[in-house]
């Protein structure tokens, strides 16, 4: 099936400011740096109507327009064995994955690069056939630009107890955020609506008629120019702890899509937001007891804390 191409309009944040043009697209989009550079080569990005390279840097308020082609049905799970994603547990019921960076937990239109679903069925595994055909097994998800462990369900009754569970809230998940700064106070919930951004369709904010979304944060460590937060949510929107640290004026450390600082995110070496999956906990569908699983920072996150801890 051929779909037909998807056109992006959009104008440049000033957090992108100097940026690539591959690398502004990728964090604006979600799209992997590789096919960002691919779009930009094949010619199918423009900058203020002029034609780009992707080594050219873009300008905050400039107009970048993207057209992505569909070769193919962008919702074909590819069987893929990809580099980097670990099996932190496996039996009959349920496979609990750490996810890398730049991974999709499944197909979606505009996203060509690895997915975990794919991974799964690269690597043998019998996924549960409940939801839609690419997202089957899937009760939860990370963003592409976000870490961390996360369960996939391999029967049919994992599945529908672990729905369930989700949607009830019963599930414990527990994020690590580096943000900008130092929340006031140290510890506490962010109880705001998120919508969809009303100009730009890549992003959410916290709006009066958006879904209703709770985040609880606390203060972990506390440093010059950073603050290290444990959070746990209570519900599970899109971007959710990324739109609620924003709205707080303390946006994860390297999220320039909601306006952090583009100089410490480089200084830094961060290429994302600091933003893992540390924990999850939940009562195990196959056996009923409380079970949990955990992740360490990746290589990045902990390099980029281990230099905020250095600066006095």
Known sequence: MTLPPEHKVVLVPEGLAGERVDTAMARMFGLSRTRAADLVRQGHVHLDGATVGKSDRVEAGAMLDVVIPSAADPLTVVPEVVEGIRILHDDESIVVVDKPVGVAVHPSPGWAGPTVVGHLAGAGFRIATGGAPERQGIVQRLDVGTSGVMVICKSERAYSLLKNAFRHRTVDKT????????????????????????????????????????????????????????????????????????????????????????????????????????????????????????????????HALELIRQEH
Request: charge should be negative.
């Open 175 to 302: 994020y690590h955020a580096l943000v900008q700064g130092h929340p006031d106070p140290l510890e506490g919930t962010v109880d705001a609506p998120i919508g969809r951004h009303p100009k730009a369709d890549y992003k959410f904010a916290v709006m009066s008629d958006g879904r209703h979304s709770v985040t609880h944060y606390q203060t972990l460590e506390a440093h010059r120019f950073a603050s290290l937060l444990e959070i746990h949510l209570e519900t599970g929107r899109t971007h959710q702890i990324r739109v609620h640290m924003a709205a707080l004026k303390h946006p994860c450390v390297g999220d320039l899509t909601y306006g952090a600082d583009p100089v410490l995110a480089r200084r830094l070496g961060l290429q994302r937001q600091w933003l893992h999956a540390v924990r999850l906990g939940f009562e195990h569908p196959g056996s009923g007891e409380y079970v949990e699983y955990e992740s360490e920072y990746p290589a990045d996150l902990a």
